[in-house]
Each structure stands twice: as C-alpha cells, then as structure tokens.
C-alpha cells in the first residue's frame, strides 16, 4: 500500500484507507466522523482568480475610508489601519495588535501567500521554499477574522445609531466583498492537490511493517512510518513538509489546564470592567459587556443582542467548561462516549473566534467616536481582559489533543489499518 493512500485521523489516530474520491466528493473518517479529504475540482485556477481578486479587494479595503460619523456638522472618517493606531494611543497596546493581527496581517498574509504558492503552481512549477510557505498559509488560517470583524461593525453602526449619522465608505463595500471572495478562496483550495506536489524522499515513502509505529503530519497529512521520521536527526520531522511531529501534542493536558485556568481568571474582571467609556454632549457612561447587551435590548435589537450575549458571555464559558470536561474525562481515563467528547472538541475549536466581535466592535467605536466633549469613545481595561480570555481560549483549544480521548479505547489494541 503507498505511503500516500493511507490517512492518519488527526482526531482519534485511526490509520485508514484513502477511498478514491469522485470529483467533488469527501470522505470523513470512519470512528470519529472528522473530515478528511475533500476533492475540490479545478481547484488551482479557481483558488488563483480568487485569490487575484481577494488582494485587488484587500489593497481597496486598507487604503480608503471605512466608515464616517457625523455629528452636529462635524465628521471624522477611519481607515481599518487608523483604528487600530487609535487604541495603541489610548495605551490598549496589546489588544491594538491583535486586532491588528486578526483583521489585517492574517488575512493579508494568506492571500499573499496562496498568490506566492498557486501561481507557480498553475504554470506547473513549484515556488521555492513551497512547503514551508505553505505551511505557513495553514497555520495562519484560524487567525483571519475578517468574518467576525464584519459583525463588530453591524454592532457598532446600531450602536451609534442615535448618536450620529454613519456614512459607510468606499472601504466598507470592499471589505464585504473582500469577506466573501477569502472564503471562495479558502473553500476552492485542495491542499492535497499542492501537497502532492512536493516530493517525499524515498526512505519515507514505504508502507509501515506490521506493528510499527506510523506518524501522522499535522500540516500535511503525511504519513510516516516513525523510523523514517526520525531517520535526519533526533526529533521526528516530517520529511515532506519539514513539521516537528508528535504521537500526542507535548505535555497537552499541563498546558490546557494552565490555559483554562488563566482565561477563566480573566474571564471575571472581563466581565466586572468596563470595556468602554462612551461621552456623549457632556453625559459620560460606562459600558460593561452586559450593559452592551442590555443596550441593544432596550433599542429593540434583540437578535443583535442575543449574537453579542452568545458570542461575548456564553460561548467563552460553554468552551472552559467543555475544555474542562474534556480534560477531566481524559484524567479520569473515561471511556464514555468518545465519539461525542470528539465532536464537542470540534465545536470548541470552531466558535472560539466569534467572542473577538466585542473587542472589534470597541476598536471600531474608539476610531469613530473623537470628537473631544461632544462625542468620544474610550476604550477601558474591561476590553483588555476580555481580549486576553478569546485568545487564551484559543490556544487552550490549540493545546489540547483529541487522540487523548481515543487512548483509553485504544489500549492493548493491534496497529491496523481500517478500509
Ligand atoms: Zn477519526
Ligand atoms: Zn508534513
């Protein structure tokens, strides 16, 4: 069987067989249902045009106004860039620069890297450096949030409703489009199809022997039997994209405790601060995050106000807790329903992101709202905390290993592969 027919569950660590897949087809895996491979026709021209017009949008989106207040005659516009400098002067440094991260590195550095891979590849010529570049695109991909930073907008337009006239700008309809044509992009690429492009070196390119060990690669789904990981030096590489490879992420269920632990500290002075001060013609007010909520239920806006409840308060603390469940059930080796305890990781994972829209919405508001004692906006420590709390969740999410789960059910059972 060759190397690259055989797909290690990145989930629960099962080694099965790679169906062929008709265009367009999937497949998932057989004990976890995680997805696995998706064929994804045409895959390099769709994702190049995309991605052209993704960085023609990009440039448009960070050089033009945003959006504009107006207020009593007066008027002030923002740029994405000019919100962001506006926080780090208000000495809210850090979230200024994940916020700068999230909505404008990440998301450009994708595109410039999917246009630096898919080109050459198009023409049938593999850039240098391919598989670390292209690793690089992977590992970015959690971090652009420009999804979540188009809600923080729809947020912060109904915020400022009563206050003032907003002015959406040339910038605003290229970010909209922008949010569309990455996700065509993201969705059009076939990673195997770049992948398969790199070549694998000979000694790992054998099937495993009976009862060894095999090694799957995070980034690239490679398939390795251990020897030939390990064969270049001490530490097991992988030898197609050059990835460190672990049996089980180190020291997993340290790091996501210490994690869980600090973001729930966190979690309460996020809560108990203010994260803005909005002044507005002489009158100041605090907002906490739950003050926020109120405000859009008494405005009528209930079902914005059951999206920021969601995002900001619920779901933060429905991923502690399943994080902690998850942790516990491994310490407790439970054998409980592994398949579900799987499926609850995955979900931790993929709404973790959607709790930054508060803190976008405070950068948006701060950028807006200046205009000294007739309307300004300041952010407070509250936005702080509640920044470090997503983030932390995140990489608590990050470090924890779903084959833990799958360990205990595991035990004593013979290395096969499953069809
Ligand atoms: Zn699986
Ligand atoms: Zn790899």
């Not at 989930?11 to 062929?20: I, K, M, S, T, Y």
């Not at 630096?116 to 670390?132: D, K, S």
């Not at 469940?325 to 409980?336: A, D, M, T």
């Amino acid at each position: 069987m060759a190397h690259d027919n055989l797909t290690l569950c990145h989930e629960c660590d099962l080694l099965q067989c790679n169906p062929p897949l008709p265009p367009g087809g999937e497949s998932r895996c057989v004990r976890c249902g995680c997805a696995l491979h998706k064929h994804r026709p045409n895959s390099l021209d769709r994702t190049l045009a995309l991605t052209l017009a993704g960085l023609v949008l990009f440039i448009v989106a960070n050089s033009f106004p945003f959006l504009s207040f107006q207020m009593q005659g007066l008027e002030t516009q923002t740029t994405l860039l000019s919100g962001i400098k506006d926080l780090a002067l208000q000495g809210k440094g850090e979230v200024a620069a994940v916020v700068l991260f999230t909505s404008i590195l990440a998301p450009g550095l994708q595109l410039l890297l999917l246009l630096i891979v898919v080109l050459p590849l198009r023409f049938g010529r593999p850039p240098p450096g391919l598989p670390r570049l292209f690793r690089w695109f992977q590992q970015l991909l959690p971090w652009g949030m420009m999804d979540v930073f188009m809600l923080g907008i729809l947020v912060s337009v109904v915020k400022l409703m009563d206050m003032a006239t907003i002015v959406p700008g040339t910038a605003l309809f290229a970010f909209v489009v922008l949010i569309f044509v990455l996700a065509g992009a993201q969705a059009a690429l076939d990673p195997d199809q770049v992948w398969e492009r790199v070549p694998v070196p000979p000694r790992a390119r054998r099937s495993p022997r009976t009862g060894e060990q095999v090694l799957g690669c995070g980034v690239c789904e490679l398939v390795v039997p251990e020897q030939a990981a390990t064969e270049r030096g001490d530490a097991p590489h992988c030898p197609r994209c050059g990835h460190r490879l672990h049996r089980r992420k180190p020291m997993s269920l340290q790091r996501t405790w210490a994690l869980v632990i600090a973001a729930l500290v966190f979690y309460v002075p996020a809560n108990l601060f203010p994260i803005m001060t909005v002044t507005s013609l002489g009158k100041t007010q605090s907002d906490t995050i739950l003050s926020g909520v109120v405000f859009l239920l008494h405005h009528g806006m209930w079902p914005l106000a059951a999206v920021v409840f969601v995002a900001s308060i619920f779901v933060p603390l429905l991923k502690l807790l399943i994080l902690t469940l998850l942790l516990l059930s491994v310490q407790l080796k439970s054998r409980w329903r592994p398949r579900e305890r799987t499926r609850l990781y995955r979900i931790t994972e993929a709404i973790g992101r959607w709790s930054m829209v508060d803190v976008y919405v405070v950068t948006i508001l701060v950028a807006l709202v200046h205009l000294g004692n007739l309307a300004s906006i300041q952010a407070e420590a509250g936005a702080v905390f509640f920044c470090a709390v997503v983030i932390i969740t995140m990489f608590a999410a990050n470090a924890f290993d779903p084959r833990l789960i799958w360990d205990e059910i595991d035990r004593g059972r013979p290395l096969r592969v499953t069809s």
